[in-house]
């Protein structure tokens, strides 16, 4: 299977008081084509960061992408001009955002705004059937209406069909049903695997719920504090997960089996950018810590193909 897109080594940086810190250190994965890449972790470990870099979305300043290579149809899309980059972004790779009500112009009737789509990127497509598709019945109404005449869902739905107007290679979708309740959820969710399976899409789904990575992903990447800590199959990582990190998260998901009536969390918070503890950045959470991980940073591992680690114990 050959590869969609690759993200090689990327570091951002954003800007305090003059000085910049790194947010995503070191990143690197692929996407084989028409297969999922969920990428997991708690708020703040740059997943959302690294999706925006492949978007080139990053504001300037105060962000600064320091280096890294995204290949993407055999291009560098951080060392493309910007007319160029325009032509690849919402249509060869779109996006879907957490929030569709402040991701879509309020003052604009939802027709007009998918129908600016086809427009910016010279497309023809109809936007009835476009609607119909991401499964809107009432797809005349749904045109002439602004976002804050519909549902959460229907808005979702909307923001779905902008970003399918043009059949993208690859759509990310970052925490796509967060904002919905969970049975709106779900419909979503189902929508997004059969339209990745019909227009034979890639995606980069980001989501802080094991729940709907292991329904929807090939390959999951685990990150914490910026950095990628696991890195493996979806099966493999929840039959055999080795980062510690990884482990907690699993522990914490809810399930009816379980007799404890106290979910497990993972004590303490995710490090500030700009105050990472020395050595592995989890080490203050970690139940495995040693000595070592006080002092030395892991470097990733390959403990076998297409499963990677980040932590001392398998090195
Ligand atoms: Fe835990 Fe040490 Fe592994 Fe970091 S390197 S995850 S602190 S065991």
């Keep these: 299977m050959s590869s969609c897109i690759s993200c090689e080594n990327l570091r951002v940086s954003f800007s305090e008081h003059k000085s910049y810190t790194q947010v995503v250190r070191g990143v690197s994965f692929s996407i084989e084509n028409q297969t999922t890449l969920g990428v997991v972790g708690e708020s703040g470990c740059g997943k959302s960061v690294s999706a925006l870099s492949i978007m080139r979305l990053i504001a300037s300043p105060p962000g600064k992408i320091e280096s890294g290579v995204i290949n993407f149809e055999n291009r560098n899309l951080l060392s493309l001009p910007e007319k160029q980059m325009q032509k690849i972004r919402g249509c060869k790779i779109s996006m879907i955002f957490q929030d569709p009500m402040t991701s879509l112009n309020p003052v604009f009737t939802c027709g007009y705004q998918i129908g600016e789509m086809f427009e910016q990127h010279r497309e023809t497509g109809s936007c009835e059937q476009l609607l119909s598709e991401v499964g809107i019945p009432d797809t005349f109404r749904v045109m002439n209406s602004y976002p804050h005449q519909l549902s959460g869902g229907m808005r979702q739905r909307v923001m779905i069909a902008m970003a399918l107007s043009c059949t993208p290679k690859l759509l990310i979708a970052d925490e796509p049903t967060t904002a919905l309740d969970v049975t709106v959820q779900a419909r979503l969710l189902d929508l997004l695997k059969s339209l990745q399976e019909t227009k034979g899409m890639s995606m980069l789904l980001i989501t802080h719920n094991m729940g709907i990575v292991a ?79 006080k002092i030395d940073h892991p470097e990733i591992h390959e403990i076998k193909p297409g499963h990677t680690v980040r932590c001392h114990l398998y090195e």
Excluded: W
């Excluded at 055999?240 to 990190?245: A, I, Q």
């Excluded at 009816?256 to 959470?285: E, Q, T, W, Y």
């Design 215 to 293: 329904n929807m992903a090939h390959e999951v990447m685990v990150m914490y504090a910026g950095e990628v800590m696991e890195h493996a199959p979806t099966e493999e990582l929840f039959n055999s997960p080795l980062h510690p990190y990884t482990r907690s998260l699993l522990e914490t998901i809810p399930s009816l089996d379980k007799k404890s009536k106290k979910l497990p969390v993972i004590p303490g918070d995710v490090p500030a950018p700009n105050d990472l503890p020395s050595g592995c950045s989890f080490h203050p959470r970690c139940s495995k810590a040693f000595s070592r991980c």
